[in-house]
């Protein structure tokens, strides 16, 4: 389906040139902004993955391993790493790095300033909270990340 072409004798600049001039543009290049959108896609993904992996990482091999657990509970108690590993857990028992996540996202889409950090901060605080056992609100971090992420200007 093609727009209509410029009559003869219409004024230049007018509204019908304007539309002929649009419809070409788009019939030679219909995905003019697909691989800058996908890029930024690709990098909002990116930084998600960064905050999953590391979130797997500190799982399974400071979180779920019996041997940690029983070492922290036994003659490794007072050490710095069963210290931290008990800060962890109750940050995912209360669910605050989902929340944080969330509250960051949601500045990320309506807020002003430092924009690309809190998109990057989102995203990295969801992945985070979907490994560390904070599914919902890592989920919803995540998604305001990505959409926030797409809006005009953060490319």
Same mark, same amino acid.
């Given at each position: 389906?093609? +727009? ?9 600049? %007018? ?53 940690? %657990? ?19 857990? @109750?940050? +995912? ?28 901060? @989102? ?21 305001? %990340?990505?959409?926030? @992420? ?6």
């Amino acid at each position: 389906m093609g +727009f209509p072409k410029p009559v003869a004798g219409a004024e230049s600049g %007018g509204l019908t040139e304007k539309v002929a001039t649009m419809a070409e543009a788009s019939d030679t290049q219909p995905l003019a902004g697909g691989r800058a959108l996908a890029r930024r896609l690709l990098g909002a993904l990116g930084w998600a993955g960064v905050g999953l992996g590391v979130g797997w990482a500190i799982r399974f091999a400071a979180i779920e391993p019996e041997a940690v %657990g029983q070492a922290c509970l036994g003659a490794a108690a007072g050490t710095w790493g069963c210290g931290l590993r008990q800060v962890l857990i @109750s940050l +995912f028992h209360l669910g605050i790095l989902g929340g944080a996540g969330t509250a960051v996202g949601l500045y990320a889409l309506f807020g002003h300033k430092a924009r690309r950090a809190a998109i990057r901060a @989102s995203l990295v605080a969801g992945g985070l909270a979907l490994a560390l056992y904070n599914a919902g609100l890592g989920a919803v971090a995540v998604a305001l %990340g990505l959409i926030a @992420s797409m809006a005009p200007g953060e490319g």
